[in-house]
């Protein structure tokens, strides 16, 4: 059983003056249980509108979604899943610690595991010494991370995730990958969306890229990095010289290169391959330089 299953969904949002936009033009992708699975598109592309029509929050115009083999349009199929939405807007005058305890009461948890489970997500998220303080008082970040709080809070199966890292400062978006990689470790699904590549890279175990509302590819993200490698750096230095040298060679020109070095009497500091990056991929598939 897949964890998400998107089958042929099409949305066109119908305006009041019969103005039409096609968001989702006959997307599938199927997302396996236990898999980390980055859903990459620029702007506008239709990643929110996808999520949406998971959640039950937007009726898709054709196509169904699932979620652990359920309709994932009947509310039950998603007690088994964490939410992040785009852009979430919390109730201004509750503190953090009051909204998950009301967020663990909608999941119907009792107080035992509840109580320390707010505080370990707290903890985790660096908001338990603001626990007590109004919503309305916290920065763009912390509302994100109590966005995020409140998607782990009830330790569900499956996360649905759109734009986890935004707003979030280097140090936040560190710690949103180390979640994400924890949940992996853990066997959890997380289907999250960005057009922040460098995010995913090292994070997702595949990708879909979407654009103007049609799927341009899945691809595995080792596969991407492993074919990647275009050629090697290497530096070197004399033996009793201070000074070394850098080379860039070709992948064929490698060993030839290290040989000579060897024979020079030169002693190897560094091979690093340079590799091809999932946004050189990504900007390749938007920019239209490459088809799957
Ligand atoms: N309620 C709406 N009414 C009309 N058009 C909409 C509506 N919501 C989204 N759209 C349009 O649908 C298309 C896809 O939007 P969507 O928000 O799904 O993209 P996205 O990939 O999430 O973009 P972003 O990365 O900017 O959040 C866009 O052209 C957008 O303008």
């Given at each position: ?87 979430p807007a919390f109730y201004d005058y509750l503190n953090a ?196």
């Open positions: 059983m897949q964890a998400v299953e998107i089958s042929n969904l099409s949305k066109i949002y119908r305006g009041k003056r019969g103005v039409c936009v096609e968001a989702l033009r006959d997307l599938s992708l199927s997302i396996d249980q236990g898999e980390v699975f980055g859903f990459l598109g620029p702007n506008g592309a239709g990643k929110s509108t996808t999520i949406k029509i998971i959640m039950g929050l937007v009726k898709a115009t054709h196509g169904s979604t699932s979620i652990m083999g359920k309709d994932s349009t009947v509310g039950v199929a998603r007690e088994a899943v964490g939410y992040l939405p785009e852009n610690l009051e909204y998950l305890r009301f967020v663990g009461g909608m999941f119907k948890m009792p107080s035992e595991p509840l109580e320390p489970r707010i505080e370990q997500t707290l903890k985790l998220l660096e908001l338990w010494d603001a626990r007590k303080r109004p919503m309305r008082s916290y920065s763009k970040g912390m509302v994100q991370r109590v966005g995020l709080a409140q998607v782990l809070v009830h330790d569900p199966d499956v996360y649905i995730l759109d734009e986890p890292m935004s707003g979030l400062d280097p140090v936040g978006r560190a710690l949103v990958k180390d979640i994400i990689l924890d949940l992996r470790r853990r066997g959890k699904t997380v289907f999250f969306s960005s057009h922040i590549v460098n995010d995913v890279e090292k994070i997702c175990d595949r990708v879909a890229i979407i654009l103007n509302g049609e799927l341009q590819c899945v691809v595995r993200v080792d596969q991407i990095m492993s074919e990647g490698v275009i050629g090697y750096q290497v530096r070197s230095r004399r033996s009793g010289r201070g000074d070394s040298s850098d080379y860039d060679v070709s992948k064929e020109e490698l060993t030839e290169l290290l040989d000579r070095l060897r024979i020079e009497g030169e002693e190897i500091l560094l091979v690093e391959p340079r590799r091809r990056h999932l946004e050189d991929f990504f900007l390749s598939i938007v920019e239209g330089k490459s088809k799957i």
